[in-house]
């Protein structure tokens, strides 16, 4: 009760009206309150994730497809296997790939590993374009695969829905050996 006492004289009848008014306001207070419905939506859907190619010592610049090995592979919309990853933007988002391999290829074996990238337009596969970065306009030739790390990006714009396919220029001369090779793609999309 002390308490109360020095309180009361600090602060006055009046300031203890004050506090206990300002208490009554607070509790008095409204609130309200919205919900959110988030639905993700994917843009990035792989399509064939393995492939395997013959490769022969002494290839210089042969050109292979994933999928599809040797030759551009028949586009099949319904079957994932006729195309290496696809890309369908809405109204509101664009989307950028990266490609590169999760390991530098043996420079040792290869004299060239050039990877490029080909879409569907429609009718036939068309080259699409590389960009350095995921939002840049710095184009590039191909992704290196013989440097660790060297990636590019292609970009779609909104309200596009584009199948892609990989192709691969190597050469594999620089040894007489048959051990088997694996190379590993990997995509990261940008949206």
Same mark, same amino acid.
Do not use: H
């Given at each position: ?13 009046? !300031? ?11 509790l ?8 959110v419905?988030?639905?993700?939506t994917?843009q990035?859907?792989? !399509?064939?994730?393995s ?72 009718a ?42 990989i ?25």
């Open positions: 009760m002390n308490q109360f006492r020095k309180l009361k004289l600090i602060l006055g009848a009046k !300031g203890i009206l004050c506090i206990v008014s300002l208490t009554m306001v607070v008095a207070l409204v609130t309200y309150s919205a919900t419905t988030m639905t993700p994917r990035f859907t792989i !399509g064939a994730s492939a395997s190619w013959t490769v022969y010592v002494n290839d210089v610049n042969k050109v292979e497809y994933l999928p599809g090995g040797a030759s551009e592979p028949t586009f099949n919309a319904s079957n994932p296997d006729t195309y290496a990853f696809k890309v369908i933007t809405d109204a509101n988002r664009n989307c950028s790939i990266k490609i590169e391999l999760t390991t530098a290829m043996n420079s040792s074996k290869f004299s060239n590993f050039n990877i490029t990238t080909k879409y569907w337009t429609g036939a596969w068309a080259d699409a374009t590389l960009y350095t970065t995921a939002t840049g306009s710095t184009t590039k030739p191909y992704i290196d695969g013989l440097v660790s790390s060297d990636a590019g990006y292609i970009q779609q714009g909104v309200s596009t829905t584009k199948y892609y396919l192709e691969v220029t190597y050469s594999y001369d620089k040894v007489d050996e048959t051990t088997q090779v694996t190379a590993t793609f990997q995509y990261t999309p940008f949206p």
